[in-house]
């Protein structure tokens, strides 16, 4: 069998055909893997009429559903190139991805109708000629096929395989330092490496119940979904996270083990009467994105849930480092030790490693790690060293018992939620305004999100206000990109080469965010 991630469908769906391979939570659609496969392959026919051919790319704006699952792994087994699109982003932002990514075909969610007749208004700002819009309630576009008739008009039988090993499968883009996103790519190896990588480090069983509610826009939802296919796993998937849900769920579905970001488990700690669940069947639940506050770990431990917190990175699709409950209360704070078939080590400026409790940056190696940035040579360079370490731009420091404890942000990125935020855009569109000079973005702490973006600024006169600030963000960024709150200084603080002293910044602007 050759190495196409597609293709793990196909091997599951003769293996367990009549397992359960997806439940929707909102719909109730059930699937089994024989059932799963067939759409696949119908959506894989009908890309190939289309004229999809290897290494095409093929953009997709869908929230989580078995839409998105069926036309990843389609996508996978022809030999195209998926570019999962964040779709809490504008359209300009949007437009920047569909063109640097030079995606033809675009598969959107009946949700985001609005966004793509904006998009598809501007011309050619995008490489777009083929639309296909799922259905629903809106009424499809003119320029727009419809998914289901789209799908459905085509056999289920198995397609020509059109990619394996190094050929690109996917390009996802993350927030760039720079102001512009990059587009991290990786191949059907590395994709199913991190697989291979997670199986190795985690309790997962054939037979699981994995409740997915990260959206699969996001690697830590999309790898875990792909691994439920691979190990034989049923994925019970939320279109959008609501806490009380998922409690609901985790006892109808008799969930065993979900991937949740420190935002969602606090959430659902708030939940009342949380014990009134029946999540006795609920083995474990992976936290990643930031660091768990320790009051939220003795919560669940006090609930005999299970806790086991990962470091992860797009770059190195996913898998990073993971810590158990036992030792996440031993070592508050540790992101705990490097996932199997992965190499982990913390530098000096001069690339020697550091004393045990000494900060360096975090370097991570393994065959899960990205090939490249997407048509960005100088930047993959900067990242990736001459021997294959991953430079992941975050400081860190490891113990005398090898646990690695993330101390800061080299490139000053901030996780609000679920999601990476770089000053630097926010930066950028708030200098825009006539009446800015110099501004700072930094990161303050938040209770309902962990961090959110806190503007400083240094302003031409006293008549501009905070108000005025923050309505001039709206519209131009994502809505988890905007900044809760700002203030006024006269002098940024940089020091002697330049650079904004952020470490002072927050220091002098510690918050708390504004809710």
């Not at 009908?46 to 929230?63: E, F, H, T, W, Y």
């Not at 005999?304 to 470091?311: A, G, L, P, S, V």
């Not at 996780?415 to 000079?437: C, F, K, R």
Request: net charge negative; glycine share 8%.
């Amino acid at each position: 069998m050759k190495n196409n991630l597609g293709l793990l469908l196909t091997k599951r769906a003769l293996i367990n055909p009549e397992r359960e391979a997806y439940v929707d939570a909102q719909s109730d659609l059930r699937l089994n893997f024989e059932e799963l496969n067939a759409r696949c392959n119908r959506v894989a026919n009908s890309l190939v009429k289309i004229g999809i051919k290897p290494g095409d790319r093929v953009a997709l704006a869908l929230m989580n559903s078995a839409e998105f699952i069926e036309t990843y792994f389609a996508i996978a087994k022809i030999g195209g190139v998926v570019v999962p699109l964040n779709w809490r982003l504008v359209p300009d932002e949007l437009e920047f991805i569909l063109k640097d990514s030079g995606a033809e075909t675009l598969i959107f969610g009946e949700e985001f109708i609005d966004i793509f007749c904006d998009l598809h208004n501007r011309g050619d700002k995008t490489d777009i000629t083929t639309w296909v819009q799922t259905s629903g309630e809106n009424v499809t576009p003119d320029f727009a096929l419809d998914y289901e008739n789209f799908r459905d008009k085509s056999s289920d039988s198995e397609p020509k395989i059109g990619a394996e090993e190094d050929d690109l499968l996917y390009i996802m883009y993350t927030s760039g330092t720079t102001g512009l996103p990059k587009g991290v790519v990786h191949s059907h190896n590395t994709s199913i490496w991190a697989l291979i990588t997670f199986i190795a480090s985690t309790d997962l069983h054939g037979g699981d119940r994995y409740l997915v509610a990260l959206p699969l826009f996001h690697v830590g939802s999309l790898i875990p979904a792909t691994l439920n296919i691979y190990w034989g796993v049923t994925s019970v998937v939320m279109k959008e996270f609501d806490p009380t849900r998922a409690w609901e769920l985790i006892e109808k579905e008799k969930v065993t083990c979900s991937l949740l970001v420190p935002a969602m488990l606090n959430f659902m700690s708030q939940v009342p009467n949380v014990t009134q669940y029946n999540y006795s069947t609920l083995r474990w639940v992976q936290s990643g994105a930031a660091p768990l506050p320790e009051n939220i770990i003795r919560v669940y431990a006090d609930w005999n849930i299970e806790i086991h917190q990962i470091y992860g990175l797009t770059e190195c699709c996913g898998p990073a480092c993971v810590i158990n409950t036992e030792n996440a209360l031993k070592k508050i704070g540790s992101t705990g030790r490097t996932f199997f078939h992965t190499e982990g080590r913390v530098v000096d400026e001069n690339g020697r490693d550091c004393a045990p409790e000494e900060q360096g940056e975090i370097w991570l190696k393994g065959k899960h790690i990205m090939l490249e940035y997407w048509n960005r040579p100088d930047a993959t360079a900067e990242s990736i060293t001459s021997d294959g370490w991953l430079r992941t731009g975050d400081v860190a420091k490891i113990d005398e018992d090898g646990f690695i404890y993330i101390q800061d942000r080299m490139k000053d990125m901030i996780i609000s939620g679920a999601e990476n935020v770089y000053p630097a855009e926010i930066e950028n569109v708030i200098l825009t305004h006539p009446g800015v000079i110099e501004v700072a973005v930094i990161g303050q702490p938040s209770k309902k999100w962990g961090e959110s973006p806190f503007a400083i600024v240094v302003r031409k006169d006293d008549t501009i206000r905070e108000e005025d600030i923050l309505a001039h963000c709206d519209g131009k960024l994502a809505r988890f990109k905007l900044p809760k709150g700002a203030d006024f200084i006269d002098i940024i603080p940089r020091n002697a080469n330049g650079k904004v002293l952020k470490r002072e910044l927050r220091e002098d602007f510690p918050g708390p965010a504004k809710e």
